[in-house]
């Protein structure tokens, strides 16, 4: 059940553009994406709802493809901030009974 | 208005002890999830607390217990501890509505010794 994400690492010089993407063996209700700084929590960068539609934040925008099950996180031109590990969270179901289930992660490196 | 804050920071302790961790949820949040991070890993889900209940728990084993206080506030309980419970656990705080985002305390490094 878990989601797999690729690639497991990523190096961008600043200015360059990257694509994580996120992809479930099952039906998804919604894909979240956090982004963790070593020693900090993560934090939340949006949600992607089945039926909603492709979210941004700042240079940051992604995409949900129902029939896939898969989600995409793009980053335009990347700034040093964005370095971190970006975890993608699915949710299998809606109401009551439900969990976040993460990937493994993608490690991010922007360098000057 | 406070995040969501967790105690202690760190903690040490040796195999087969007992420990108690707390979260406090962020302001206006009623559910409370918990999490185990390994180093370089992505967090494993333990259980989810709302109104005062176990509303869904991971593939942990009982040794794992937790509890939410009126308040939504949580602790988590782990019993008999093994090395392999050494690890960064996090608490995430969020309202029971459609999107579900979970904010997190910046979470309790665990050393089993």
């Known amino acids: 059940q878990q989601p797999v994400q690729s690639p497991q690492a990523v190096i961008l010089r600043e200015g360059e553009d990257a694509v994580i993407n996120c992809s479930s063996s099952?039906?998804?209700?919604?894909v979240h994406w956090y982004r963790q700084k070593h020693g900090e929590a993560p934090v939340f960068l949006m949600i992607?709802?089945?039926g909603g539609e492709q979210k941004g934040h700042e240079k940051i925008s992604a995409s949900f493809n129902e029939k896939k099950q898969q989600s995409s996180l793009y980053l335009t031109a990347s700034q040093l901030s964005y370095s971190g590990t970006y975890f993608c969270?699915?949710?299998?179901?809606?109401?009551?009974?439900?969990?976040?289930?993460w990937g493994l992660g993608t490690s991010l490196a922007v360098n000057p | 208005d406070a995040g969501v804050t967790q105690s202690p920071t760190h903690l040490i302790k040796t195999r087969g002890q007992q420990v108690t961790l707390r979260c406090s949820p962020k302001s206006g949040h009623d559910t409370v999830s918990w999490y185990q991070q390994a180093l370089g890993q992505g967090p494993q889900f333990i259980f989810q607390?709302?109104?005062?209940?176990?509303?869904q728990r991971g593939n942990f084993p009982d040794r794992f217990s937790g509890h939410q206080f009126p308040n939504y506030s949580s602790e988590l309980n782990v019993n008999a501890l093994l090395l392999g419970d050494s690890a960064l656990y996090l608490c995430?705080?969020?309202?029971?509505?459609?999107?579900?985002?979970?904010?997190f305390g910046a979470g309790t490094r665990l050393s089993v010794l």
């Open positions: 995430a705080s969020s309202l029971d509505t459609g999107e579900d985002i979970q904010y």
């Open positions: 969270g699915t949710e299998l179901l809606a109401g009551n009974n439900r969990k976040l289930i």
């Open positions: 099952k039906a998804l209700y919604s």
């Open positions: 607390y709302y109104e005062e209940e176990e509303r």
């Open positions: 992607l709802l089945k």
